[in-house]
């Protein structure tokens, strides 16, 4: 309440002065939290921040984000392990410079957990052809992440995987009340990337193992030797994603479709729907839909066998999110506008809310799994 | 997708018809929260569409 108060008077003082240059201050605060059926709690504090000239067409913003991980799931318990909390602090600068219609961006990003460290930069450039109804990005970015132990210095266990993007988009004002855009990714990973905490339970040639097999189950079936995971030591991953938005009267449509598939033989489609209704001037409620669906990759088993002279399967997993899955997620979001009368939306508070139920077609321990996200956020122009 | 490549230079609007296009709700980027964004990438497999931030997911 005290923080509503604060912007509502905030919001005052900003609509009294008058404004004499073209440089603009955006301001954003968003708490979200997380929670899920198999015992994952996150929180997401972060602030954001950009200082722009529209007018001379340059821009720089920055972002930081606190996560706080706290997690008892039926993995680390499978493993005879305690819940754990971890903490990963991620930050972002970003600028662009576009004086007329060729332009460019760079941004940098860092990530740090006690067990991963991710460091990423890039940059683009774009440009505005045909009077602005087409515009095209090209974009590269280089990530280098080190993977270790918690608890264990870098110098004494630590992985490294590189990772180069590159991006395409090409956007298209289509009519008066469409714009619609095509997104290209192509992302190539180097480096091992499994999990070191990961034992994949390993049974013998012709046991059989039902889906969503609890604990005990597979304690009782499985061989005593339990291998960690092993990734393939590269993966080139392909995207593309169309998007579309379409404003009515009162209300604007949102579409977007992916489409995904990998070198390890994954492949995948995303679909988000958001239909944002004016509730007069100072409302705004978006209902969401988002559906994603995908196969596994190819060297995924629900039960690991072991072959002859007892060899591990070269390459074996326990990531849920490499096995076949169903997304489907349902919720919304409320904006209100609590600027002065003469600009309602230079103050926002919004609220956000999505539940998502997943369903795990071929896994151990788990069937389904329900999670809810929910936000609370205030954003300013200054 | 098809129907957006098929509608690919179907248009050239004025600036002075852009109007609805200035709207807040029709910028091309993705709309979702940076806690929304962290949930979508640990429980999908597929990436891409959107602005990356890259790794270190802070799951395990």
Redesign the interface.
């Known amino acids: 309440m005290l923080i509503v108060e604060a912007a509502l008077a905030g919001s005052a003082r900003a609509q009294d002065a008058p404004k004499t240059s073209s440089v603009d201050a955006h301001v954003g605060l968003?708490y979200?939290?997380?929670a899920d059926t198999d015992h994952?709690f996150?929180e997401?504090p972060?602030v954001?921040g950009t200082v722009s000239d529209p007018v001379k067409g340059w821009s720089v913003g920055g972002?930081y984000?606190v996560?706080v991980?706290s997690?008892a799931s039926v993995?680390?318990v499978s493993t005879a392990s305690r819940r754990?909390t971890?903490v990963?602090q991620?930050g972002?600068l970003r600028a662009s410079y576009k004086p007329k219609t060729l332009g460019a961006q760079a941004s940098a990003?860092v990530?740090?957990?006690p067990d991963?460290?991710?460091?990423?930069a890039g940059g683009a450039i774009t440009q505005d052809l045909?009077?602005?109804?087409?515009t095209w990005l090209l974009g590269y970015?280089y990530?280098h992440?080190v993977a270790g132990r918690s608890g264990t210095p870098f110098s004494v266990f630590s992985r490294t995987?590189d990772?180069s993007?590159f991006t395409g988009t090409?956007?298209?004002?289509?009519?008066?009340?469409t714009?619609?855009?095509?997104?290209g990714?192509v992302?190539l990973e180097n480096g091992d990337q499994s999990?070191p905490?990961?034992y994949v339970p390993l049974f013998a040639p012709g046991t059989q193992v039902p889906r969503g097999a609890p604990i005990d189950l597979v304690n009782s079936l499985r061989v005593s030797a339990r291998p960690l995971e092993q990734l393939p030591l590269s993966r080139s991953?392909?995207?593309?994603?169309?998007?579309?938005?379409h404003?009515y009267h009162l209300a604007?449509l949102?579409l977007?479709?992916?489409?995904?598939g990998d070198s390890w033989l994954?492949f995948?489609t995303?679909t988000d729907a958001?239909l944002?209704f004016d509730l007069g001037q100072r409302v705004?409620l978006g209902p969401h839909l988002r559906v994603?669906a995908?196969k596994a990759?190819d060297f995924w088993q629900r039960a690991y066998v072991y072959g002859p002279g007892f060899q591990y399967p070269a390459l074996r997993t326990g990531d849920r999110?490499?096995g076949p899955?169903v997304?489907a997620t349902a919720g919304g979001t409320l904006r209100i506008g609590i600027g002065g009368d003469a600009n309602p939306?230079s103050w926002v508070l919004g609220f956000?809310l999505?539940a998502?139920t997943?369903e795990y077609l071929d896994d151990l321990y788990v069937t389904d799994r329900i999670?809810a996200?929910g936000?609370v956020?205030l954003e300013a122009d200054l | 997708?098809v129907l957006?490549?098929s509608?690919?230079?179907?248009?050239?609007?004025?600036?002075y018809?852009?109007?609805?296009?200035a709207?807040?709700?029709?910028?091309?980027s993705?709309?979702v929260?940076?806690?929304?964004q962290?949930?979508r990438a640990?429980?999908?497999?597929?990436?891409?569409?959107?602005s990356?931030?890259?790794?270190?997911c802070?799951?395990?």
Do not use: F
């Not at chain 1, 045909?130 to 087409?134: G, L, P, W």
């Not at chain 1, 714009?179 to 997104?183: D, H, N, W």
């Not at chain 2, 640990?42 to 959107?50: F, L």
């Open positions: 968003d979200g939290q997380y994952v996150v997401t972060s954001s972002q984000l996560d991980v997690a993995d680390i754990w971890e990963r991620e972002e990003t990530s740090d957990e991963y460290l991710s460091l990423s045909a009077d602005k109804n087409v970015a990530g992440d995987i990772r993007a090409l956007t298209l004002v289509l009519d008066p009340s714009i619609a855009s095509l997104v990714d992302i999990k905490y990961r991953r392909y995207a593309l994603t169309a998007r579309l938005a404003r604007t949102r977007e479709e992916r489409a995904y994954m995948g995303t958001r944002l705004e994603h995908q990759v999110e490499l899955l997304n939306t956000d999505n998502t997943t999670s996200i936000g956020s | 997708m957006l490549l509608c690919a230079g179907c248009a050239n609007v004025p600036p018809e852009r109007g609805k296009l709207h807040p709700s029709m910028a091309t993705d709309m929260s940076p806690s929304e962290h949930v640990v429980q999908e497999g597929a990436v891409g569409g959107g990356s931030a890259g790794g270190g802070g799951c395990n």
